[in-house]
């Protein structure tokens, strides 16, 4: 048994995958594709990877979707979305990568693919390229890709990453049909980055959601659009705060009663030259619901169908912690824990998971009270020299007297927190000891640790 292979998080039979693509719902019917080298658990040769739910929970894998045209001189099939076009049918548009004049720095081109048959093959338009760089005249762009698309009053819009002039920007499209294309603007520009990757842009009422992965910390906007297709940022926040060390290029569908659900990348970079683990790489996050409040501010929440995966719970109300740690009785490396503070202003405690009972390996979820911040410190999650130790963190201030809720989701070597609702830590872990399985809680300064509620729950494989 893989100590390390993650039981209900989504990940391909085998071999490697990064991002998710073109998530849709298409007769009842949830579909995910995902960046995915079949031949190997190195990044190389990018196909499609497919699998299809009924539930967003479940998944079955179906056959490749997109294959590198050798003979069209394509080697890699990069991100993208997917649609239902004007005629009903499926339509995938992605990023197509070649060598020499068509390499990914300056010579990318977005292609088009069409299912006839619900999605099970795909057929390549015969007049790819469907939009190329000389679209934009002059200007110089660099690294132009992952396609993503949307409707509004009967006109398709698509923005694209990439880097302009050096600097990190999104360019915007419209369309009537999909294959004749006009470019409209750069919509959004981030100078400190060089490019940027897989732009998603949610519509909620008034306001859109720019969401990027720069390479870095995925980050999001909140905003409008100009009239002339130029975004004006309102607000500007961290998606997670994990970046290459857990959590990159998401991409979003919208199920048939709206809510806005994405998945992002739960990268493998932690894992250095560790080789506990292999002939796989990569895993997709648990889905995240994703809504506005009043004040316009961004609220992730894992997906609620995830809730049918647990048993054998343990449950507490009004709990008060002093100095001792507390081992709890449920243990495991598939575990949700749901704790609710309420704060006293002078706390910081831990909780710990994956812990072995001599203490030698443990992955703390910390939060420190006076300083106003959280952790995922991972400086004892593992034994093994070669993985990543680094510690996530996020500012976090609570008043006295607030509550603070915290999800997490543990499974085998991946740790996903929510904290409010507002701040995610999603990130890798490779403990090597068949028993650091334990959970624990323990009170490091102040007087006392005010538990509202804690829950925890074993998870259900999905497979
Ligand atoms: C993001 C990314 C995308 C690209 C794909 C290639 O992780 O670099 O920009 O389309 O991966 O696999």
């Known amino acids: 048994m893989d100590l390390y292979k993650p039981q ?16 849709i719902y298409y007769k009842g019917k949830y579909h995910l594709f995902y960046q995915h080298n079949p031949n190997d658990y190195h990044w190389d040769t990018m196909h499609w990877g497919h699998a299809v739910s009924e539930d967003l929970v479940h998944w079955e894998h179906l ?3 997109l294959t590198p045209s050798n003979e069209l001189g394509e080697t890699h099939c990069f991100s993208g979305c997917a649609v239902i076009n004007n005629d009903g049918l499926p339509t995938i ?8 004049e068509r390499n990914g720095k300056d010579g990318a081109q977005q292609w088009m693919a069409v299912s006839h048959d619900d999605m099970i ?3 390549k338009y015969d007049s790819n390229p469907v939009l190329k760089l000389k679209l934009h005249g ?51 520009e981030a100078p400190e980055f060089k490019f940027l990757e897989c732009p998603n842009m949610i519509k909620f009422g008034d306001k859109y959601v720019l969401v990027y992965s720069p390479s870095d910390i995925v980050r999001y906007h909140v905003g409008t659009l100009n009239e002339d297709f130029t975004f004006i940022s309102e607000y500007e926040g961290i998606l997670d705060n994990s970046g290459w060390e857990g959590f990159y290029a998401p991409n979003t569908l919208i199920d048939p009663i709206g809510r806005k659900i994405m998945w992002g990348w739960m990268t493998e970079v932690s894992r250095g030259d560790f080789e506990g683990a292999n002939g796989w790489a990569g895993a997709q996050s648990i889905p995240r619901v994703l809504t506005l409040d009043s004040h316009n501010s961004l609220k992730m929440e894992p997906l609620s169908e995830y809730e049918m995966l647990r048993y054998d719970e343990e449950s507490y109300n009004n709990k008060i912690i002093n100095k001792n740690k507390i081992i709890l009785k449920s243990k495991g490396r598939a575990l949700e824990i749901k704790i609710t503070i309420k704060i006293n202003g002078d706390e910081d405690f831990s909780l710990n998971v994956f812990e072995s009972p001599d203490n030698v390996e443990t992955t703390t979820i910390r939060y420190d009270a006076v300083v106003g911040e959280i952790f995922v410190d991972r400086s004892k999650s593992s034994i093994s020299e070669q993985v990543h130790k680094t510690i996530l963190k996020s500012p976090l201030k609570k008043e006295v007297g607030q509550l603070l809720s915290i999800r997490v989701f543990v499974d085998h070597s991946i740790i ?48």
């Open 416 to 463: 996903e927190v929510f904290a409010d609702s507002e701040i995610c830590l999603s990130t890798r872990i490779y403990p090597t000891l068949e028993n650091s399985e334990n959970v624990s809680l323990e009170l490091n300064k102040g007087n006392e640790l005010n538990i509202q509620e804690l829950s925890l729950w074993k998870m259900k494989s999905i497979w």
């Open 63 to 65: 056959p490749i979707a």
């Open 8 to 23: 209900y998080h989504f990940i391909p039979e085998k071999n490697w995958m990064n991002d998710p693509n073109g998530p």
């Open 121 to 123: 093959t795909w057929e």
């Open 93 to 100: 548009f992605y990023t197509s990568i070649g060598e020499n």
């Open 138 to 188: 002059k200007m110089n762009i660099k690294e132009w890709r992952d396609p993503f698309i949307w409707k509004e009053n009967e006109v398709w819009y698509m923005v694209l990453g990439g880097g302009c002039e050096e600097k990190g920007c999104v360019l915007i499209y419209s369309s009537l049909d999909l294959m004749n294309w006009k470019f409209l603007n750069k919509m959004f």
